[in-house]
Each structure stands twice: as structure tokens, then as C-alpha cells.
T-cell receptor, first 110, second 115 residues
Framework: GEDVEQSLFLSVREGDSSVINCTYTDSSSTYLYWYKQEPGAGLQLLTYIFSNMDMKQDQRLTVLLNKKDKHLSLRIADTQTGDSAIYFCAEDEGRRALTFGSGTRLQVQP | NAGVTQTPKFRVLKTGQSMTLLCAQDMNHEYMYWYRQDPGMGLRLIHYSVGEGTTAKGEVPDGYNVSRLKKQNFLLGLESAAPSQTSVYFC??????????????FGSGTRLTVV
């Protein structure tokens, strides 16, 4: 089956770093994505990583990819209250559609 | 540039009623998708389309039908609504190769409650 797994909840204090983890299923996945969903809104693409990379940095965001363990992580530096949202990882196996994880709710406490 | 537009945004149905959700995109994307989102379960694919006039089943197609008569529109129908179909429905579109750095473009969702 196709299961992308994430922990359901993460709570951090404002200014700390957040690390959201994801395990995916298909070692042949070409792209892996992180999406952000704010309350009452759709999903917005946050960042992505190509499968031949092991790290990508984009301002406060760092994506780490461990292909051997099929593990993907998203690190948010200096987490702000505006980062409170649900974060979804998704894998693209080059087939019909993206497969999404169940989402991690990030709560940032002031 | 509207992107992906879903209508309606909210709807309450009685069990057994029917309705159609409309998704429209203005990006000339070939692929379109319907997902449902339930708490703790992420997004599950209902149906998708790889081009005008073609549709295919996703992970949870039962109780839903779709049509793609025009490239820019993808309709999701519920023939006889059931409480188990209470959910938030998202439409998305993409190019065939997902244009890697863009993945999907999502609509803002339709919140459906079946009582």
C-alpha cells in the first residue's frame, strides 16, 4: 500500500526550531513536497526536494532527505506564531497522483 | 489570475440529497484531482482526470461521480449523500509532470456537512 506517515502534533515555543518528520514509501519517488495548510484554507506549497538531493535550504526552511531510510524532515528556524498550521509531506512517484501524509499540526506558543 | 476556484465554499445537505461541486482552473493544466480531507487522515484521492473527457478512480471513489467535459472544469457529484461524506473537499490541478517545483495548485476547499 501507499502510506506516508507523519506524527500528528508538535508544540514549540516561539523562537525555537521546529522539526517535522515524515517517512515515505517509494524509494523511486522523484520529488518530495512539504505543504502548509492554515485554518480554513487550502494547501500551499512550502518547499520541495528532488530525490537526488539530500538537503535543501530556503530562508528559514531546511529540508533533509535520507533516501536509505525513506525519511524526510522539515526544519523551521526561529519559529513564529504565524507558522502555526498543519504541515503535509507528499511524495511523487511519477504515477497518477501525489500521496499525502496525514499531516502534522504545529502549535507555536508565545 | 484566479488559479483553482471551487464552488460552493460551504454546503449542508440532507441524507439522500444530491449535489455537484464545481472546480475551475485557468492555468491550462491537463491534470485535475478531487481529494477529501478528514481529521487525522490527510488527503485521500477520490477521482482524478488526466485530460478532457477522461476520468479515473482514486483511493476512495465509492459514492462519487466525476465529469471533465471541458479542460478547465472538473465536477464532483454526490448522487445520494450520506453522513460519511461529511468532509472538506479539495480540488487540485497540475501539469502532467507536476512541473516539479510546483506540484499541485489547490483550491480553497468546500466544507460539506450531510445531516
Amino acid at each position: 500500500g501507499e502510506d506516508v506517515e507523519q506524527s500528528l502534533f508538535l508544540s514549540v515555543r516561539e523562537g525555537d526550531s521546529s522539526v517535522i518528520n515524515c517517512t515515505y514509501t517509494d524509494s523511486s519517488s522523484t520529488y518530495l513536497y512539504w505543504y502548509k495548510q492554515e485554518p480554513g484554507a487550502g494547501l500551499q506549497l512550502l518547499t520541495y526536494i528532488f530525490s537526488n538531493m539530500d538537503m535543501k535550504q530556503d530562508q528559514r526552511l531546511t529540508v533533509l532527505l535520507n533516501k536509505k531510510d525513506k525519511h524526510l524532515s522539515l526544519r523551521i528556524a526561529d519559529t513564529q506564531t504565524g507558522d502555526s498550521a498543519i504541515y503535509f509531506c507528499a511524495e511523487d512517484e511519477g504515477r497518477r497522483a501525489l500521496t499525502f501524509g496525514s499531516g502534522t499540526r504545529l502549535q507555536v506558543q508565545p | 489570475n484566479a488559479g483553482v476556484t471551487q464552488t460552493p465554499k460551504f454546503r449542508v445537505l440532507k441524507t439522500g440529497q444530491s449535489m455537484t461541486l464545481l472546480c475551475a482552473q485557468d492555468m491550462n493544466h491537463e491534470y485535475m484531482y478531487w481529494y477529501r480531507q478528514d481529521p487525522g487522515m490527510g488527503l485521500r484521492l477520490i477521482h482524478y482526470s488526466v485530460g478532457e473527457g477522461t476520468t479515473a478512480k482514486g483511493e476512495v471513489p465509492d459514492g462519487y461521480n466525476v465529469s471533465r467535459l471541458k479542460k478547465q472544469n472538473f465536477l464532483l457529484g454526490l448522487e445520494s449523500a450520506a453522513p460519511s461524506q461529511t468532509s472538506v473537499y479539495f480540488c487540485a490541478s497540475s501539469t502532467p509532470d507536476r512541473a516539479a517545483n510546483y506540484g499541485y495548485t489547490f483550491g480553497s476547499g468546500t466544507r460539506l456537512t450531510v445531516v
